[in-house]
């Protein structure tokens, strides 16, 4: 079947724009994860949904950042007003039951870059 | 909250050598699963090997291997008779949360 998707693919938003970043995680997974990935880093966690419920916002560098996943499966990572420094790769996984143990399934990202 | 360190930013191997990438860990917890993740360029991360903690005997995929020391807290990344397709970013990760900042992996012809 189909992997993680993302869309879009790449973003570029001026400074103090809102964006919406959209992953469709693999049918039927019940984990779904953020990540963001500056250039030349490992990926740093967002936030975790386990179905509809965000479990784990703990990684979420802001309030300007904001993440849903409604029905339990499609997910959209809002950033509003952003600024230079949000400028990354933001990375979705989806695993087919409960963290920590299932293998993470990875989005091919969506590159964000804010002028 | 848990770290995990990779030491080594960037190493090289002949093709059919043998390579290993290093990987530290920061925890309390007695029960926690480490993973290495595979990131070809411009490529989807892969799972590579994955290692329970509670299982004494290390994780073996063909020509992938880790060498866990829960003591040391240390999980290193063996891979045998390298090749050209083994070149990309190396993570390790602690649960599913926590990544290190990789190894970029050269395979040399």
């Known amino acids: 079947g189909a992997g993680v998707s993302q869309s879009p693919r790449y973003k570029v938003a001026k400074r103090g724009q809102d964006v919406a970043l959209r992953c469709d995680p693999i049918?039927?997974?019940?984990?779904l994860f953020w990540y963001q990935q500056a250039l030349g880093q490992g990926p740093e966690f967002l936030t975790y949904?386990?179905?509809?419920?965000?479990?784990?916002k703990s990684g979420l560098p802001s309030d300007r950042f904001f993440a849903e996943r409604p029905e339990g499966s499609v997910s959209t990572l809002k950033i509003q007003r952003t600024q230079q420094e949000d400028s990354a790769v933001y990375l979705c996984?989806?695993?087919?039951?409960?963290?920590?143990?299932?293998?993470?399934?990875f989005g091919p990202g969506t590159r964000l870059l804010v002028l | 909250a848990q770290t995990v360190t990779q030491s080594q930013p960037e190493m090289s191997v002949q093709e059919a050598e043998t390579v290993t990438l290093s990987c530290t860990y920061d925890?309390?917890?007695?029960?926690?699963?480490l993973f290495w993740y595979k990131q070809p360029p411009s490529r989807q991360m892969i799972l590579v090997i994955r290692?329970?903690?509670?299982?004494?005997q290390n994780a073996t995929e063909n020509r992938f291997s880790v060498n866990f020391q829960k003591a040391a807290k240390s999980f290193s990344l063996k891979i045998s008779d390298s090749q050209l397709g083994d070149a990309a970013m190396y993570f390790c990760?602690?649960?599913?949360?926590?990544f290190g900042t990789g190894t970029s992996l050269t395979v040399i012809p």
């Open positions: 996984a989806s695993s087919p039951g409960t963290a920590p143990a299932e293998t993470q399934y």
């Open positions: 049918s039927g997974h019940v984990s």
């Open positions: 949904f386990q179905n509809e419920a965000q479990l784990d």
């Open positions: 925890t309390s917890e007695s029960d926690y699963y």
């Open positions: 290692q329970e903690a509670y299982k004494q």
């Open positions: 990760a602690y649960d599913q949360f926590y």
